[in-house]
Every structure is written in C-alpha cells, then in structure tokens.
C-alpha cells in the first residue's frame, strides 16, 4: 500500500483511543500501537492491537484497523479475516474497509470473491468509489473479461482521475494489449506520485517481465523485496528470471530463501528443484519434484521436473512414465517432448521415439534431429539425413544441431564420416565445446595422433587459453609419449581453471604412473582446494585415497562430501567400501543405517547396505533391504535375479533358491530366471529336480530353445556328451543363434567328433555372415592354435558383422602384436575405451605400448591391470616386464615374485624366470 493509506491507519488507532467503554489497558494498547506504526514497527503494533481485540472482541473499527496492519505487512490472509469480521460488527458500508478488503483479496488471487463481495455504494464519496471500482475492474480482467474491465475503468477514472488502483487498472489494461510501453508509462507516473508504491512496484516488475527486459525486471523485483522480503511472487520470479541469465548463485539464494520461509509451497519445491538440476544434482531436484507431486499431484511442473530428474539420473523408465503424463496434459510442450523423445532413445525404443517426435510437428530443429537418431537406430540413414537437412533449413548455421548429426552419424557406425563431420561442425561453435573433446578422444582412440592434433589447434584458434584446450594437447602428449609436454599442458589447464577435475585426474595419473604418490595426492588435494563447495573433487580424492589404502584420508574425503550433499550416492557407498575392506563391523552398520536414513529408496544403495549390514550381522536388516529392493522394481523379473546373486554372493544359497523360486512363481515365463533355477540345481548335484524341471518347461514351451538348452547343460553336468549335443542341436533347429551353435560344437568335440563339428561350425558362419559371436568364437579357436592370421580374419568378420565388442577388439589387437600387424595398437586402444577397467584390454595395451617404448604410458596401465587382477601371473609379469624397463628394479622383483610364486604353470612363466635371472 501507499503511504497515504499508512497515515489513514495511525489516524484510526488514535481515534481508537478515545472510544468509551474501554478499560486502561486496552486504551494504552491502542496508543502504543498507533505509535509503533508511526515508527515502522508493524509487527509490534499488531501485537498490541490483537492484544486490545482480546479485551473487545466486537469492536468494529478495531478489527478495521487491525486488518489494515495485516495488509501493510502483506499477510493478505489475516487481512481478509480482520477486515470481514469488521464488516459483520458494523463496518459494512465503510468506503475504508471495502478498499481495504478488496486489496487484500486481490493480493490472494480471489478475484471472483472480491467481485460478489465488494460492491461499490453510491453514497461513498466520489474517489474512493473510483478506487474500489478500479479493483474490481482488475479482478474482471484478471477473469478474462477485458471488456467489463475497460467499462469500469471509464466510470473509475470520471470518479477518480488521479486514483491509485485506477492507474493499475489503466495500466493492466494496456498490458493485456501488449501494450508494455504505454502499461509502464502509467506505473511509473503512478510512483511519481506515489513512491513506494507497493502494488505499483510489484506491477511494474511484472511489466519488465513481460517486455522481456530482464534485468530491469531482476533490479525492480529487487526493489519488492526490499519492502517485502518475503514476498512469494518476487523471490520465485527473481530466481526464475536470475537463472535464465545464467546467474545461477542468485538464482539459488531466491530459492533457497523461498523454500525456507514457504516450506511444502509446490511451486516453491519445484523452482529449488530446478536450481539443483542445473547445479548438477538431480537426487535433490527429484526429492523437491516428489515433495510438490504429494501435495499437489497434477501440477505440470513438478511432473516435469521429475520427469527431467529421473532422466538425469539414468533412471529412464521412470523418466518415461512421468514426461509421458506431462505429454498428455500438455501435447505442445516442447522440453517435455524432447526429453521423452531423447529418454526412449535411451530406452532403445526407436519406434516409438519416432513416434513421439512425429506428435511434436516439424518446426523444431531440436526434435528433428532426435527423429533423426531414431531413423539411425532404425537403419533408416536416408529417412534421418532427410530430417536433419530439414533441421539444418529452418535456421541460420546451428552449431548444436549440426554437432548431432555428426554424432549421429557416429552411432550409426560411420567412422570415418562421422569424425569429419564433426570436425567441420565443431567449427560453428564459437568457444570450447565437448564435442571437441570427444573428437580428440575419438581420433586418439583411433590412433590418428595427427588428426587429434589438427582438431586441437583449430580448437586453440577458437578458445586459446581454454582449459580444455590444454588439457586435450596433454592427451596427446601421452600418446605420443612425452611425459614432459603431457604434464606441462596439464598443468598449464589448471593455471588457467584449477577447479578443472579432468586436467587433475589426468596429472595426477601421470604422477602415479611415474611412482610419485605424494604429487598424484597433491594434485587431487590442490583441485579440491580450488572448489571448496564442488562435490565431484571431493570424491574423485577420496576414491583415490581409498585405491591407495588410505582408509582414514579416503573416509574424510567422503564425509567432506556428505556435508556438501547428505545424499551423495557415491559418497555413501566409498564409506560402506571402506568398512567393508577394513572389516570393521561398527562402522559398515553405522555408513550403512546412514546412507539408508538419507537415501532409504535409492535402488543402487540396497544392496550394497545390505552386504554391510549381513558382515555386521544384522540378517533380519538384510532380508528386509532385498524385499524392498524387490518392492521398488515389482514389475522386474531381472530384480530377482539381482536378488538371488547376492544371496550367493553372502553364502545364503537357501535364500537364493527362495529368490528364483519366487521369481520364476511371478514371471515364470522368463528365461534368465529358469536357467538361473537350473544352473542352481546342476551346481548342487541335484540333477532328478533339474531333470523334471527340464521335462516341465520343455512341455509347457516346445517352442522355445531354452528348455533344450537346459537339457545340453543337464546331460553335459551327467558326463552323456552326444545326449547333450542332441539337445543343442534341437535348440539350434529352433534359434539359429552362434551361442547355441558353439555349445553344439563344444559338446559335439567333448563326444570326440570335433573335426567334423568344427567343419559344420564354419558352414554355419558362412550362413550366417551376421552372427557376431560365431565368428569371434572361431577367432578364438585360431588364436589358441596361434594361428593369428586366420584369428585375425575371423575377429575381422565380426567386426564387419555387428558392434565391435571390447573382447573382440581385445584379442584382434593380440592377434594383430603377435604376426607384427601395425594395427595392434589402434585396436588395443579401441578396446580399453570400450572396457576402460577391464583388466584384460588394460594388460593388452599395455603391454603393446611397452613394447613401442611408450613405457609412462605403459606402466600405468600395467599397474592398474595387476591391481585388478592380482591372482594372474601373466598381466603379473607384464607389470614387472615394465617396472624393469623404466629402471624400478626393486618393484620389478617384488611383482616378479607374486607372479612366480607357486608352481603352476602359466604362458609367459618361462619369460619370468628369464627376466628374475636378469634383475638379480
């Protein structure tokens, strides 16, 4: 409210004190209210005025100017109550109250109330039967009826020319026009009248807005809030509008202090929501989004807040299920169609992503090119290039949109084109972008040092002093070797971004790979330091310290992170690690009630929880975590085999057999869940029950291979190999797939006939050019036989037939090192980037980067593959065949030693003993 209606309150307190009938104290209540109000001091004033309604509950004109405070201290709500009960005791024709009581139903939103409840009389005098009218009109035009609206603003104006309300009526009219201009010429003159104007400052906030002028609209919303710090509007839109420029900080102290003083507010949950999803932590945005669905179950923004949070934290049939329910009460809403497109592409439902962009029109590029990836998916090249040209036409050069096709180019298996086309597409950005990255990785991967290095300096040419910059020239500096230019670009990263993880973590590798430990910690520390409120340092230090038993450091690197986030999944699960390697029982129980207390339906925490709860024996906690693990997914089957591997895991087989049987009682139908039971039964020796169930699926699925299947696997556990061969050969009949034609052939060649079947094996390759599996198997065959050259034919088939997995990439670079193929490494390294912690692809190209004398490189990958697969004697050897070559010579016989250590015979022995001989 204005000032002069502040005076109007002072003037009836102090009227107050000279009603008759009143004792001292409520007379001495009403004087020292109208003079805190004179000060400033409404709350105080209220106090002593309800204090004086207590003493004279039926005193109209104290109820009056009691509702007049509420309103002054924008409590719209106590507002109403007063100034009605007002109303009831007497005051019912009062111009005053009338004024009073519509504002603050209007403040409320109530505009259908304060149009049957407050109607304007004759006899008031002329201006303030403007005034109240006035707000009628802007509830009539609040309502959608802007012609009513403009009737009462020409009888307001006639009674009030120079009336408040009328001006804001005058201006909401000219607003509803589209008339910002003109709409904000008449707020501004009003607070030239009138400074300070409350309900003048919030309109023309609003105005701002709408003229999309944001920072004036930021800076007026500013001046709201200094009269009202708590008002609802201001700190939800100031945060929105902050946010939008990318002043996220703000934008979060508005959303923080809106949740605060509106704890349960929908939309107040939703906008903090919002702030956590770009601040990169969707398990808080989803809880805010959850929180509003309980109150408010239908409100759009909270689906699709949660919608976008279960999408970001891979969650993607949820993410489906809730942006599919925004879809229908909004069709046209474009971030909900594209989030669903994208999430059922990531679900790998092509037809349906299509399906779904098709719904969205063909006027977004964003969408366009979504389809596109679907038509990729669905083999579809000519239909997505027609889409994505499409895209490309509805705009000037988009350096996003043109970023996605190469990448979708990428997915559908085209090398070659796809590193070109991005290569051009990158060009279009005008800074660092990841796809640079990912070109340079992909071009690294791919050995093509000289492409990675075109690709980072015409990254240089656009962003020279980014980090990311630096950080890809220091990636190629390992590649080719130079440990001294890799750590000088690392380090020149983090001069320029110290908070940047990535140059970190990749100095902090070289560091290790070079033996030093304490610089590899000062890099993770010093990065940490650098982001002091950054949770992704944080734990990228404590999983380093735990790597390196430094249980006490790791456990406070954790905790530092759980006072950032106390519901940090990764954070969580380091510190049940850590009690569980440490074998302390106290403390499993304790990291695990913690992160169930904070995260007590998060899938991926339960079993963990329970594995810590069953070593600090707890049973009852463990079965009661797997049923609700059970419980969050019923719809699974795949959840009670994930239940039944971990009985088996803890040695609870009994409840691993209660899992199956369960599982299969609810989805008997599901195949993984009948070999499990089976494989269950063989394993146990329990061959009549494996025997008749067998007989039953076989009877009631003829059809389906995996009761024949079942009955390979029975007759071969019972040593009747031909018997076994029968049945996979009748599952063959039935699915003609080369898992099923191999176990055909290794059951064939346990009953002696392996030449013949070896012949039938390689007939049904050529049938079947597009079977991956049975050309990597025959690949294998030759690789034992240390036939390499057809080895590397056979690995060649089925790369050219599907998906190159990282086994077949694996053992084609083995088989390529061993005939002296150049293409060793190129493979070695596409199969460490498939299975980056695989200690089979670790070894493989470590070993060959070993023998081309990149020994950093070398004996870092070589150190984490013997770490990871401590009990092999052979990737043991590698690591000490690459400690000797850097000149560890003592580290090299200590790994000598384990290698060596008992009798038994392993393939590369012979070379051990040879190089122990040299080292001592």
């Keep these: 409210m204005s000032g002069p209606r502040h005076a109007g309150w002072i003037g009836i307190m102090l009227l107050l004190g000279t009603l008759a009938g009143c004792s001292q104290s409520p007379q001495a209540a009403r004087e020292e209210a109208a003079r805190l109000a004179a000060a400033g001091d409404l709350k105080g004033a209220i106090l002593q005025l309800k204090s004086a309604a207590q003493r004279l509950p039926n005193d109209a004109a104290l109820r009056a100017a009691l509702g007049d405070l509420y309103n002054a201290s924008f409590d719209a709500v106590a507002a109403v109550k007063e100034l009605g009960r007002a109303r009831e005791l007497g005051l019912a024709d009062d111009p005053a109250v009338a004024l009073s009581l519509a504002q603050a139903l209007r403040r409320q939103g109530k505009f259908s109330e304060l149009l049957k409840t407050v109607l304007v009389e004759d006899g008031w005098p002329a201006p303030q039967r403007g005034e109240v009218r006035a707000l009628r009109g802007r509830a009539q035009h609040a309502l959608g009826d802007p012609a009513a609206a403009a009737a009462t603003l020409e009888r307001a104006q006639t009674e009030a020319p120079a009336g408040q309300e009328v001006a804001l009526l005058a201006a909401q009219i000219k607003a509803g026009k589209r008339d910002f201009s003109g709409a904000l010429a008449d707020v501004d003159d009003l607070l030239k009248r009138a400074p300070g104007h409350y309900d003048a400052l919030v309109y023309r906030a609003v105005l701002l807005r709408a003229a999309a002028q944001v920072p004036a609209a930021i800076a007026a919303w500013g001046e709201v809030l200094k009269q009202n710090p708590r008002d609802f509007t201001g700190l939800l839109l100031r945060s929105r509008l902050l946010l939008g420029q990318d002043e996220v900080t703000a934008a979060a102290a508005d959303a923080a202090r809106l949740r605060k003083e ?5 939309a107040a949950l939703v906008q903090h929501g919002v702030i956590a999803l770009v601040e990169g932590k969707p398990r808080v945005a989803l809880d805010d989004a959850q929180a509003a669905l309980q109150v408010a179950p239908t409100l759009f923004s909270a689906m699709l807040l949660a919608g976008l949070s279960h999408h970001a934290l891979g969650a993607e049939s949820q993410a ?6 925004c879809l229908a009460a909004q069709p046209a809403h474009g971030i909900a169609r594209r989030a669903y497109v994208e999430t059922l592409l990531k679900l790998n439902q092509p037809a349906s992503a299509l399906q779904a962009a098709a ?10 090119s979504l389809a596109a990836e679907a038509h990729f998916a669905l083999n579809e090249p000519a239909a997505a290039e027609a889409l994505l040209a499409r895209a490309a036409s509805l705009g000037p050069p988009d350096a996003g949109l043109q970023i996605r096709r190469a990448l979708a180019t990428l997915g559908a298996g085209e090398e070659g084109q796809g590193l070109t086309e991005l290569a051009s597409a990158v060009q279009l950005a005008e800074g660092a972008t990841p796809a640079d990255e990912l070109l340079v990785v992909r071009l690294l991967r791919g050995g093509d040092l000289a492409g990675a290095a075109r690709a980072i300096e015409a990254l240089a040419k656009r962003a020279p002093d980014s980090a990311l910059t630096h950080n890809l020239r220091g990636l190629l500096a390992v590649q080719q070797g130079d440990a001294a230019a890799a750590v000088k670009a690392f380090t020149a990263a983090l001069t ?30 010093a990065v940490a330091a650098a982001a002091p409120g950054a949770l992704a340092p944080l734990l990228a230090l404590a999983d380093f310290e735990r790597l390196q038993g430094e249980r006490q450091a790791a456990r406070e690197a954790y905790t530092a992170a759980l006072a950032i986030s106390a519901k940090s999944l990764p954070a969580h699960l380091g510190l049940i690690a850590l009690a569980l390697a440490g074998q302390d ?3 499993a129980e304790q990291a695990a009630e913690a992160a169930l207390q904070q995260l007590p339906d998060e899938r991926l925490l339960l079993l963990p ?20 693990y059970l419980a969050l997914d019923a719809a699974s089957p795949l959840r009670w085999l994930e239940a039944a591997a971990f009985y088996r895991s803890i040695a609870e087989d009994a409840a691993a057999d209660r899992s199956l049987r369960d599982g299969l009682a609810a989805a008997p139908g599901y195949a993984p869940l009948q070999v499990a039971w089976a494989t269950s039964l063989l394993a146990r020796d329990r061959l009549p029950a494996a025997r008749t169930f067998v007989a039953d699926l076989q009877a009631r699925q003829p059809g389906a291979p995996v009761g024949w299947l079942l009955a390979g696997a029975l007759e071969t556990k019972a040593g ?24 055909w052939f290794a059951a064939s060649a346990r009953a002696g006939q392996a030449a013949a079947a070896e012949a039938s094996l390689l007939a049904f390759a050529e049938a079947h050019a597009g079977d991956v599996f049975v050309h990597s198997r025959l690949g294998d065959l030759a690789l034992g036989r240390g036939d390499y050259p057809t080895a590397i034919t056979r690995y060649e088939r089925a790369l050219a037939a599907g998906p190159a997995t990282a086994e077949v990439l694996n053992n084609l670079a083995w088989a390529c090192w061993r005939q002296g193929d150049l293409r060793a490494r190129q493979f070695a390294e596409a199969a460490w980037q498939a299975a980056p912690d695989s200690p089979l692809t670790l070894d493989t190209l470590g070993w060959i980067l070993l023998a081309e004398k990149d020994s950093t490189r070398a004996i870092e990958l070589l150190r984490e593959a013997a770490r990871r697969a401590p009990t092999d004697p052979d990737i043991r050897y590698h690591h000490a065949a690459a400690l000797a070559a850097t000149g560890q010579t003592a580290a090299a016989r200590e790994a000598l030693a384990l290698a060596l250590a008992g009798n038994e015979p392993f393939v590369s022995r012979r070379d051990a003993e040879r190089l122990r001989a040299r080292l001592q």
Excluded at 720 to 743: D, F, K
């Design 585 to 587: 029982k106290p403390a």
């Design 720 to 743: 009747r190999h031909r018997e076994a061969a029968a049945a996979y050969a009748h599952a063959l009949s039935l699915q003609p797939v080369g898992q099923i034609a191999w176990q």
């Design 320 to 325: 489906a299920e809730m942006l599919k329910a």
């Design 359 to 368: 719904a969205g029109g063909d006027t977004d590029p964003r969408l366009l």
């Design 262 to 266: 509106y704890p349960g507010q929908p």
């Design 496 to 525: 320029r971004a110290p908070a940047f993880l990535p140059a970190a973590v990749n100095l902090a590798h070289l560091q290790l790979a070079q033996g030093d430990v304490a610089a590899a910690r000062a890099s993770y520390r």
């Design 609 to 628: 929880a329970a594995r810590a709860l069953h070593w600090a024996g707890q049973p009852r906690r463990v079965d009661e975590l797997v049923r609700h």
